[in-house]
Each structure stands twice: as structure tokens, then as C-alpha cells.
């Protein structure tokens, strides 16, 4: 079974409105982080937000914010007020187990393309 | 802000021969990783480095495959003789210590295999 599932390959938004990126996951840990990642054109990977397993309020980092509902294993990303610089191919990602260091599995992305 | 610094950003190699990927990790973490992205495709995770010595690695990371830190700033991936389809995207990143730190991905290097 797939650990990190985003079932949108790609998306438009229209500039200046909110898009939700959807991301489910799969674990037994009880402990795990979600994270999100931003890949432009250019090809970096830019960290976005991360939410905690144990983490009682959703994430939130200035536009970036995650619907985190930990019972359905789902950690949504929210870009409010779009802008044309957030088209890229967006990543989630789950770091299993409570320990620094351990990995990050991704999913298969979602590419979103804001338009004017 | 500090970042990860990844050369060359881009690789040609003839198939069968030797490279070596260059990452400067960010001076003050403690985890280092190698992850790869096939074109089109899902990153995915090769190695992780720890306190001098590999803490994890996938099945991607076979006997071709090594790391090294050389220095106490270098942290290289050598792949002994590369076959087409190592061509891809190689992400070097590096964390702090704690749970909760995010990894932060260097901008990569293109390996293309002839």
C-alpha cells in the first residue's frame, strides 16, 4: 500500500483564490510527521510546513496552512490567496517514527498552475 | 539563510563510469541524506548519514552506491559504475537534531547517463 497518496495530478487556481492540495497517508506509528515541499520549475525542493503527529492545532505558516484530521490520515495543504509564483508541483511527504533523522517518503506530487 | 549547496548541477557521464555527487550540508545539522528523483516521478529516498556512519538506506542503494564525509563540511555520493537508468535528479539534504526539523533539500544535481 502506498504510505503517501495525493490524488490530484494537477489542478489550476485562479489568482488571488485559495486551493486545497490533498495528501492521505498510512501508518501504524503512533509518531510521524507530515511535511510539505515545493518544487518549482527550476527543480529545488523548498520546504514549506510541518505538522506533528501529537500537534493539537492545525499548522500554519503565513499562506501555507494544513488541514490536519488525524483520524481520517489526511493532512491537506491550503495556499491562501494564490499567487502566480505557487504555480510548481507540490509534494507531501511523512517522516514514520519519533526520531531525528529518519526518512521522508513521498508522495506523487500535485502540480498546480496558477493562473491570471 | 543557510542553505544546502549541491555541485555539479548538472552531470554527464558515459555509462560504466564513476561519479561523484558534492553536497555541503548546513553547517550545524547533524543528518545528511541522499534522495533521488527520476524524471516525472516521486522523490525517493537512497541513504541516510549519521554520526559517520549510514543510519538507513533504501534498496535503490545497492553495492554501487557509497557515502562519505570526507571533511567536516563535504558529504559525497559515488555511484561506481553507472547504468542508464541512474539518470535522474539527486537531492542532498540535511536536519537538525529533533523530531520535528525538517529536512532541507540542496537544488539538486541532473545526472545524465549516456
Known amino acids: 500500500a502506498q504510505k503517501i497518496t495525493q490524488t490530484q495530478p494537477g489542478m489550476f487556481v485562479q489568482e488571488k483564490e485559495a486551493v486545497t492540495l490533498d495528501c492521505t497517508y498510512d501508518?501504524?506509528?503512533?509518531?510521524?510527521?507530515l511535511f510539505w515541499y515545493k518544487q518549482p520549475s527550476s527543480g529545488e525542493m523548498i520546504f514549506l510546513i510541518y505538522?506533528?503527529?501529537?500537534?493539537?492545532q492545525n499548522a500554519t505558516e503565513g499562506r501555507y496552512s494544513l488541514n490536519f484530521q488525524k483520524a481520517r490520515k489526511s493532512a491537506n495543504l491550503v495556499i491562501s490567496a494564490s499567487q502566480l509564483g505557487d504555480s510548481a508541483m507540490y509534494f507531501c511527504?511523512?517522516?514514520?517514527?519519533?526520531?531525528?533523522?529518519?526518512?521522508?517518503?513521498f508522495g506523487g506530487g500535485t502540480r498546480v498552475l496558477v493562473k491570471p | 539563510e543557510p542553505e544546502v549547496t549541491q555541485t555539479p548541477s548538472h552531470q554527464v557521464t558515459q555509462m560504466g563510469q564513476e561519479v561523484i555527487l558534492r553536497c555541503v550540508p548546513i553547517?550545524?545539522?547533524?543528518?545528511f541524506y541522499w534522495y533521488r528523483q527520476i524524471l516525472g516521478q516521486k522523490v525517493e529516498f537512497l541513504v541516510s548519514?549519521?554520526?559517520?556512519?549510514?543510519?538507513?538506506k533504501s534498496e535503490i542503494f545497492d553495492d554501487q552506491f557509497s557515502v562519505e564525509r570526507p571533511d567536516g563540511s563535504n558529504f559525497t555520493l559515488k555511484i561506481r559504475s553507472t547504468k542508464l537508468e541512474d539518470s535522474a535528479m539527486y537531492f542532498c539534504?540535511?536536519?537538525?537534531?529533533?523530531?520535528?526539523?525538517?529536512?532541507?533539500f540542496g537544488d539538486g544535481t541532473r545526472l545524465s547517463i549516456l
Open positions: 539534504a540535511s536536519s537538525e537534531q529533533g523530531a520535528y526539523q525538517p529536512q532541507h
Open positions: 501508518t501504524s506509528d503512533p509518531s510521524y510527521g
Open positions: 505538522q506533528g503527529s501529537y500537534d493539537q
Open positions: 511527504a511523512m517522516r514514520e517514527g519519533g526520531t531525528a533523522g529518519n526518512k521522508l517518503t
Open positions: 553547517s550545524n545539522h547533524l543528518y
Open positions: 548519514f549519521y554520526n559517520n556512519e549510514i543510519s538507513e
